[in-house]
């Protein structure tokens, strides 16, 4: 259980669901986490659940669509604990509900693409320099099933920005594997988060399983395990790739 002994890492989105998941099994694995959100009392439930166990932890907020406040961040993280290691940029949402491209509003595309595609580019802006200078950092962003898979249900505006993020990703990884940087993208499909529990009706949820070739949806630790798997030193030569976890749903 030490996969990420010592290593610094940054969890955004980590107050609830899938980052949440992340950081309390990156923590279990040795790292000193930095849990960040924007809802103070759920993200203070993560870390307090976290700093139970004896593991380091520190709770940040910042607003990822602005680069003064994601830069107050990184200050704040290397004045406490030292220079971010391994980023897992899982900070996202889904701010339009799917309909006719034609009906989506100009703010509701700028939103879409803002709390993913744009958050995650300047996430990437603010802690790369200093990993390519120190020639190490492992960087995990978070994609979705919904940018290879359209269906007449997908959130257009999401799922392009989810698809910026996976060519992000893989242009990230040319430049920045030269200089001991690895760039990876986990793409989670149906997962059943806190709210999803709530959402999806459990007759729609037993009509998903069966969408599904692995007959289960997916859970946070789910996407949990693949991200620790990119991020750790077990995969040091792989880098740029899209690992979906999906249950067997995406098959390209």
Not at 88 to 97: E, K, L, R, T
Request: aromatic content about 4%; overall charge negative.
């Amino acid at each position: 259980m030490n996969a990420l002994q010592h290593r610094v890492v940054l969890v955004t989105g980590s107050s609830r669901g899938i980052g949440a998941a992340i950081a309390e099994l990156f923590a279990a694995e040795g790292a000193r986490v930095v849990v960040h959100g924007r809802d103070a009392e759920a993200l203070e439930s993560v870390r307090a659940k976290i700093a139970a166990t004896g593991a380091e932890v520190l709770a940040a907020t910042a607003d990822l669509t602005r680069f003064d406040e994601i830069e107050a961040l990184r200050t704040r993280v290397e004045a406490e604990f030292g220079p971010v290691e391994v980023l897992v940029a899982n900070a996202g949402g889904n701010p339009v509900p799917p309909g006719p491209i034609e009906l989506i509003s100009e703010e509701g595309w700028r939103a879409a693409v803002d709390a993913n595609l744009t958050s995650t580019f300047l996430t990437i802006k603010s802690f790369l320099p200093g990993m390519k200078e120190r020639g190490y950092g492992s960087i995990v962003t978070v994609s979705s099933a919904a940018s290879r898979r359209p269906t007449a249900q997908t959130p257009a505006a999401y799922a392009a920005a989810k698809a910026g993020i996976e060519v992000l990703t893989r242009q990230l990884a040319v430049q920045a594997g030269p200089q001991g940087v690895r760039v990876n993208c986990v793409a989670p499909e149906t997962i059943l988060t806190e709210r999803n529990q709530r959402m999806i009706p459990a007759e729609i949820q037993r009509g998903l399983v069966e969408a599904h070739p692995v007959r289960r949806l997916g859970t946070p630790e789910d996407v949990a395990q693949a991200a620790l798997f990119l991020a750790a030193e077990s995969a040091s030569w792989v880098s740029g790739v899209v690992l979906d976890v999906a249950g067997g749903s995406v098959l390209a």
